[in-house]
């Protein structure tokens, strides 16, 4: 046990972005355990973090956004590029714009192969299946009974349904589910929404 003051401690976790979230839940949950998070920026109470378009209003927030540059890129001509990360409870995925694509399945079973036993897709798609409560329902690639709601684009866009068609005479096929066989095509992605929020 940590003691630290104001109370003591099973687990001391520093950020409270995505993961150590996600981290404190798992220790916390069961009871059995008291769990400190530490984290730099304020709570989520900022209305625009919960509204899906409001990433434009967080994106250059100097209290929600650490705003950090990346150091010059040779092959950008030297060019910094900015880098927004969260600087709130919930980290980066409290500013972004909320969009669900997974890692692909090739760096999952790149870095099994690596060494790194359990990385494998084989071994992480039942994780993702059992985090998601998606809209699609449950399936081979998909859960419906998860913290994590998922849902789809309902409402089409002439512009993107455009790009879609300008893609596909490209031989750019089109792909309806980006989490699902495969990531490679075009097409409209999810995002993690529920009601709207």
């Known amino acids: 046990m940590s003691i630290f ?32 998070m530490l984290e730099a920026g304020p709570a989520d109470r900022y209305p625009w973090i919960h509204i899906p378009i409001g990433y434009a209003k967080t994106m250059f927030h100097k209290r929600y956004n650490w705003g950090f540059y990346t150091e010059p890129e040779p092959e950008l001509h ?11 409870l919930g980290g980066s995925s409290s500013i972004n714009g909320l969009v669900y694509i997974r890692g692909q ?45 998922c849902s789809s684009i309902r409402e089409r866009h002439e512009l993107m349904d ?20 495969s990531q490679e095509g075009v097409g409209y992605y999810q995002l993690f929404t529920r009601h709207g929020r």
């Open 5 to 36: 003051p104001g109370g003591t401690y099973d687990f001391i976790i520093v950020g409270g972005g995505t993961a150590g979230c996600v981290l404190a839940n798992r220790l916390s949950n069961s009871g059995k355990h008291e769990v400190l």
């Open 162 to 181: 455009a790009i879609v068609s300008g893609a596909n005479e490209l031989q750019v096929r089109t792909t309806d589910d980006f989490n699902g066989a």
């Open 78 to 88: 030297n060019r910094k590029l900015y880098w927004p990360r969260g600087r709130v």
């Open 105 to 149: 399945t090739q760096d999952y079973d790149a870095w099994e192969q690596a060494g790194n036993k359990g990385w494998g897709w084989k071994d992480v798609l039942p994780l993702f299946r059992t985090l998601e409560s998606n809209d699609r329902g449950a399936d081979q690639y998909h859960g419906d009974n998860g913290p994590l709601h």
